[in-house]
């Protein structure tokens, strides 16, 4: 594998948009802002259409894709998001916003940015300025994002002094200007060795992440850039960055679409070294996946965290989400992981396990006895626990009433997780149907655990350390209700309590 990487010192840039279809469609003339109106709170009668997650953040109407300006503070997580406040397909790019003070239970607060001259608001991130560097007040919070228009794409930035519900722009936007490159997804982050600011950015279909410092928030110098061939997948964009520091290793995130592991959409991440300049990773048969699902993309981390690292997802994938069943809303949220690096066959592998929080929502576990499950209801979602014998191979059955089923097959030969999606499973449309999916279970010894987080519309499968992650939606006319195992395995469940 050949890794490339370059020094340069160039000064300005510009940025792309997060539309698959890089045509962002910018007002004409410049929007007056919409005046943010506060989502309506749930009831009891509330968020239960058909699909409707139960335990995933959806926003209560309207199109939602990449988490953005993901901060915590004051002992809240705050989720903002690429949203549009007036219909629910793709387009009027804004930042909606939701908060939480555990990252299960999510309240939907006022939109938090909506376009402006420069074009409508694509995805970035936020952080805390404790020791105000940019001169906007002491633990301001400061959203960076991609302005896009039909003159470019282009670095913004916006800051709060009131715990993020209202925002001011800087009056100099953009920070960092258009120059026909196309570069997008502002993530910024605190680099104390070097003493500044560190911004990733994701060239696109230009492919690469290039990154810029700063010591004031609003004068950004190039660094450097990275990038790496991917072997069979010559036309691909690169988005969402985010670089992480564990220990002495460094993880660069970065989503690319189309090219993910099986169809359209994929994470992916690299291992390797930063100095405040530069991203080398260390030779390995790259890409390595975080999610082998079609649908955990654009997901990125919580800033302000401490030692935790806090990823959360987009759960869908851009071949199909225009067209996914859903209405008001379109689109949920994966459930929150904690990023940890580890090591499996001598090499590092980047875990995923769901956050321990998911215990709130949770009841005792319960051994499943019958195929018939123990769910408290119809309406809500369950967390399946299989211990699987590896001696042979074994199927894994949920099924409902309607005859609709999600098979999982266990390969004992070659320690492999494969799961099948297709008009048996449930509603499907387009390019949703995948016959197989495959995932390396990647744990030793002769029994795995396998966690199945099953919701209305979508089944996140987990090894019991997050060590493989494979995140699907389905639409099945009903919960699946119903286990049948074929081999040596046990299961147990607990119920999972709807978050609204």
Known sequence: MMLVTALMAVTFIGCSSDDPKQTPAPPTPPPTPEEPVTPPAPTAD??????RPQIHFTPARNWMNDPNGMVYADGV??????YNPQGNSWGNMSWGHATSTDMIHWTEQAVALTRDALGDIFSGSAVIDHDNTAGFGADAMVAFYTSASEAGQQQSMAYS???GKNFTRYTAN?????NDDRQRDPKVFWHADSKQWIMSLAKGWSKGIEFFGSTDMKTWNKLSTFVVELPGRPEIQWECPDLIQFGNKWVLIVSVNPGGPILGSGTMYFVGQFDGKEFKADALDYPLWLDYGMDNYAGVTWSNTGNRKLLIGWMNNWSYAGDVPCSPWRSAMTLPREL???????KPLLCCPVVSEIDKIASQWQEVSTEALPLDTQKSAYQ?????NTDKNTTITLSNSSEEKFVIDIYAATRTLAAKRSGATGKTFGTFSIPSMQAPLNVEGKDVIIDLFVDQSSIEILTKDGAMSMTNLVFPKSIYDHLFINGNASAQLRNLTRIW
């Not at 997580?77 to 690429?82: K, P, R, S, T, V």
């Not at 940890?340 to 001598?346: I, P, R, S, V």
């Open 161 to 163: 002094t009131d715990g």
């Open 340 to 346: 940890k690096l580890t090591e499996f066959a001598g």
């Open 174 to 178: 953009p920070i960092i200007k258009n």
């Open 77 to 82: 997580y705050h989720l903002f998001y690429q």
């Open 384 to 388: 399946l626990r299989l211990t699987v």
């Open 46 to 51: 509330s968020y239960n259409e058909l699909y």
